[in-house]
């Protein structure tokens, strides 16, 4: 019998701490486990016995990446529990900060942590010599996404801006409008970044996903939308405890995710694409299509591709809401307190951030849960291991050990959020 | 060049311990309100240090290091010729810091005419704010050196 355990310790170029052991015995895999260390960070329980109003501003604080969505999923939460809803402009300026976001997390996951494998660089710094303009527009893209955050948001780590029913202040139209130019660049950067993206050199894999994001009637899901999958779940969000339950597994910090009675499914650019590609804007479906990614793209290792067309979707739309801006007055919609439970999902650049909360009569949390993506997608993650190893055993150590870790960063997983971290354990000998 | 001839950074999380210390430097140098010296804080992301420091003519970044020296001792690195000595810089959870940081710049020749790392020892990054006590005792030392080595920078010898 031979048997071999490859393993990665500490895995670079995610965020936060983890680490991943794929065990093989006679060419099978016989199991792999994704391993988050970072502690628990007890948020959940951080919240009981808080005023609504601190949730976004504590929950911020999960990610220093992905802070907006944390907010966002937040604020909807308690405006649905008061049963207050933020629309018009006030509304537009969530999906602009949003846009932010993206554009921000996205481009610092595709320039500065996914690229080099693809390109066979151990990271960007060497691959910067080599590809000076690459990552140069790579960071550029990300300081137009930290721009949008620090004006709309106050600052652009932890915004402190965002408010439920609204934000404390909202800019003037003439400060957005500084922003304008910089963004048609990073438009027309972004354009051209999917096509560089679609020819890097991609291993192939095809999985069956099952798939799931929110989908809105006429939009790219950003704040709000139903949740339905690839197989055909349609549900509002205030149903998403009925479907989707979260178990505990012995070797990570992080729950694990499943739906419907133990799937694995998958949250993030590939669900999204897949459930939403008719909702993309004219210029991002031209370049998606010009890509090669056809109707639903199976290839975790493409999901570089679909993130590029997703950072092109929101420069289109935070130049378009730029444009259409007219500041809102007052600056939030007042909220009348009532007992009750909110739930909220919002598109994280990872895919769906859950959060739910019961609150009492004075506007104090009793409890919240709060699920991020990266929980979600932990056990569609060890499936593409599980898949891919076994074909490609007869790779050289380091280069197998380099494609698990490949794999890992299709998914952009953010550690740090998911324990409420990564390192790859390769046992075959 | 259109930036300040000196640009401070202070590093770190104040929410992680003493990897709060330089920033709590960079409050004490700019308190001092030195004329041409510019003092920011940032949380250490790599694409936003580049950034930071396009403009200025000379840089000095202050971050908590995790060296394994004794707690609340200082080091210096001249780094605009030489890498840092390793990835020994405050805790982040950015995939992404500040070794990184200079050594892109250094990559795609977007490092500042001089830059200097002073690194304080941390001794505790555990979640939470407030640094301890031999780091808080270190800090306004540390200000001290950087106020005037920046005072230097501002007016080379010609």
Redesign the interface.
Known sequence: MTSRTLRVDLLARVEGEGGLSVRVRDGAVTDVKLKIFEPPRFFEALLRGRDHREAPDITARICGICPVAYQMSAVHAMEDAFGVTVDGPLRALRRLIYCGEWIESHALHVYLLHAPDFLGYPDAIRMAKDHPAVVQRGLRLKKAGNALIRLLGGREVHPINVRVGGFYRTPAKAALQELADELAWARDAAREAVRWAASLPCPELEQPYLFVALRHPDEYPFNEGRLVSSGGLDIGVREYDGHFTEEHVGYSNALHAVLDGGQAYCVGPLARYALNGDRLSPVAREAARDAGLGPVCRNPFRSIVVRSVEILQACDEAVRLIERYERPEPPAVAVPVRPGIGYACTEAPRGILYHRYRIDEQGTILDAKIVPPTSQNQKTIENDLRQFVPGHLDLPAGELRRRCEQIVRNYDPCLSCSTHLLTLELDRA | MSGPAVLVVGVG?P?RGDDGAGRAVARLVRARAIPAVDVIEQ?G????L??AWRQAGAVILVDALQSGAEPGSIRRFEVSHRPLPGRMFGPS????GLF?AV??A????QLPPVLIVYGIEGQSFA?GGGLSARIQAAVPELAARVADEALALRAPAS
Not at chain 2, 45 to 48: C, F, L, M
Not at chain 2, 93 to 96: K, S, Y
Request: glycine residues 0%; negative net charge.
């Open positions: 999380n929410l949380d992301d790599a694409a936003s580049v950034d959870t950015h995939a992404f990184d050594e892109l250094r990559a795609l020749n979640m």
